[in-house]
């Protein structure tokens, strides 16, 4: 008998446990509440009337863009909260102005930091603070302190170039840029350029190409290459100038299409001041379009 | 004889207990846990109304009933349309046969407003149905739904399959905008142009021109026409060493990614020809031949009932 009353209180105990599982889940389950999205933007600490709905995240990069009638920023960062570029389109004495983050060593001259990233529910968080200038190069160009906050769900879109990156190590350690501009090596020859390629550190990796000429094929270049080479910077923080390695390697150029070039690199970099100091870089991987000059 | 289970020894009661307990706890289990509800929320589930997606990220066409998502249904052709503006302006359009193949693709990718670089892929120029697979495809004329599946890769280079490419995924489950006219009619350098036959009595209608005189359409045949500059109208028999008027038979050969010349053997005529100045001319005529296998003589193909408007600069 006592066996019997078991049976049926386990029985009658199972069937508590699973019979109306949506009720039991509704008492317990507190009520969600749906993060704040902010997005918060101050010039000279004031609080401008921007908002954004989401941050997009576009292969390994995340964009925050909006507008509003006066102010037009964008911030361009990797997922591990290396800065890209930042910058504001600033309507100011009647005309649109841009200010931008110090992009030589950025990650030295401007504070940003993603204090969340929640890659299952897809929502980022942080803030950056730092002035922008109107000359990304001229720390003494007019500038605009710029800081702010971002709490925001992220939209997985589509890259436009898929796969755009310059990789490389640099005596061992991976390096990977974030942001690059191109620059006329001469101011009336639209042919020889230089893509500057920059990450948020001291590094910056210099490729040399001619649009025409730099087709697929393989070149080995020395430190007099006009072009079809690469070289490597490091920035000084107290001349504020960048030392230009001396280089010497190999480039392949593997594809050429639309305005974009494909290859590979390697080289080694000696210190024009200091023969002892040299940098070796290896596995360098590009894939890079031409953007309009600098 | 028949056993009091009080009788059993204790320990095989124990036992026998233990058991009834364990399978009436989970079968219990089982039929408490299983809700109806959910299986009816399973059934009932329709599938969502469209899935484009570029190289595996979904492109954000927002809501359901977005005006920059749309199927046109043509006699001849269904268009697939699709535009986004946002974080990337996208435009993409995609042309099927009423059958489901793939015919031609276009998706235009913008850089920076106001969009000074625009990055263009198209499909494979040569046997375009087989380098974007439709796994799906039923027009609904009741419901004017298109239901599509499709996957494949539009190319920086339309002539080179390992050019830059990018990777289009779609599922679609859509009404479509009727339109009664042709899509597919072909023009070269506005000048009307036409090739149609029956490859082993079955139609065959070109959708594209490759280059001047050049005839392709979704599947493996091209068909080249030539006719002799001066060449007075009438008919001219043509083997594969003929160089003046003649028709080119040629399938597309997927281990060497190249057209094949078949052994052609036939009649070519034109009753009329068009000049357009600069010795540039366009010829309507007929065609008929038996074409062979280059590789396998016993694979014949006869080819009948050809009709033709070219174009030809000489």
């Not at chain 1, 030589?104 to 929640?118: M, P, Q, W």
């Not at chain 1, 603070?129 to 702010?148: E, I, R, T, W």
């Not at chain 2, 099927?96 to 850089?111: A, H, I, M, N, V």
Request: charged letters at 20%.
């Amino acid at each position: 008998m006592k066996r019997l009353i078991l049976i049926s209180a386990l029985i009658a105990f199972s069937n508590i446990g699973c019979s109306d599982n949506t009720e039991a889940v509704s008492e317990i389950e507190p009520e969600v509440v749906a993060p704040e999205n902010k997005f918060e933007l101050y010039v000279n600490g004031a609080l401008t009337d921007l908002t954004a709905r989401n941050a997009f995240l576009i292969e390994d990069k995340i964009i925050f863009q909006t507008r509003s009638f006066d102010f037009e920023p964008t911030i361009k960062i990797s997922k591990e909260g290396k800065i890209g570029q930042i910058h504001i389109d600033y309507f100011e004495f009647g005309v649109w102005r841009k200010f931008y983050n110090f992009r030589n060593f950025s990650s030295n001259f401007y504070s940003l930091e993603i204090t969340s990233y929640d890659t299952i529910l897809n929502r980022i968080e942080g803030n950056f603070s730092g002035f922008l200038y109107a000359d990304p190069d001229n720390l003494n160009s007019q500038s605009k302190f710029v800081n702010g906050s971002f709490s925001l769900p992220v939209i997985e879109s589509v890259p436009i170039i898929l796969g755009l990156n310059n990789t490389a190590k640099i005596n061992g350690v991976d390096w990977k840029t974030i942001h690059h501009y191109m620059r006329k090596d001469n101011p009336s020859d639209y042919h020889n350029l230089t893509l500057h390629t920059l990450s948020d550190d001291q590094f910056k990796i210099l490729l040399k190409f001619n649009r025409q000429n730099s087709t697929p094929g393989i070149y080995s270049f020395n430190n007099n290459s006009i072009t079809n080479s690469v070289k490597i910077a490091k920035y000084n923080t107290e001349t504020h100038e960048y030392l230009v390695y001396d280089c010497t390697g190999t480039l392949e150029v593997t594809e050429r299409v639309f305005n974009l070039i494909r290859g590979t690199y390697s080289f080694v970099g000696q210190n024009p001041n200091d023969a002892s100091d040299t940098i070796e870089v290896t596995n360098g991987n590009f894939f890079l379009n031409f953007p309009q000059f600098d | 004889m028949i056993t009091k289970f009080n009788d059993v020894h204790p320990l095989i009661r124990n036992r026998v207990v233990l058991k009834i307990i364990f399978f009436a706890i989970f079968f219990n289990f089982i039929l408490s846990c299983s809700s109806t509800d959910e299986v009816v929320e399973i059934i009932n589930e329709t599938p969502p109304e469209y899935y484009i997606a570029v190289d595996g990220v979904k492109t954000d066409f927002s809501t359901i009933d977005n005006p920059n998502l749309s199927v046109t249904v043509y006699n001849d052709a269904v268009v697939l349309g699709a535009t986004l503006v946002g974080a990337t302006p996208i435009s993409l359009s995609l042309t099927y046969t009423k059958s489901g193949d793939f015919l031609r693709g276009t998706l235009f990718l913008y850089e920076g407003a106001p969009y000074n670089n625009q990055f263009n892929f198209r499909n494979y120029q040569n046997f375009p149905a087989n380098f974007m697979q439709v796994h799906n495809f039923e027009i609904n004329d009741v419901n004017n739904t298109l239901t599509i599946d499709f996957e494949g890769k539009l190319y920086s280079d339309v002539n080179n399959l390992a050019s830059y490419h990018r990777n289009i995924r779609g599922i679609l489950n859509k009404n479509f905008v009727r339109v009664n006219e042709n899509l597919l009619s072909l023009f070269y350098q506005s000048i009307p142009q036409y090739c149609t036959a029956l490859i082993n009595g079955e139609s065959w209608v070109a959708k594209e021109i490759g280059s001047e005189s050049t005839f392709t359409a979704e599947d493996d045949y091209r068909f080249i026409i030539h006719i002799a500059e001066n060449t007075p109208p009438g008919s001219f028999e043509f083997d594969p060493n003929s160089i003046g008027n003649y028709v080119k038979f040629q399938r597309f050969n997927l281990n060497s990614n190249s057209f094949e010349d078949y052994i052609v053997s036939g009649v070519i005529s034109y009753s009329y020809r068009e000049f357009h100045g600069a010795r540039r001319y366009s010829h309507i005529g007929t065609f008929s031949f038996l074409a062979t296998n280059p590789n396998n003589p016993a694979e014949t193909i006869q080819v009948t009932d050809g009709v033709f408007r070219n174009f030809q600069t000489y």
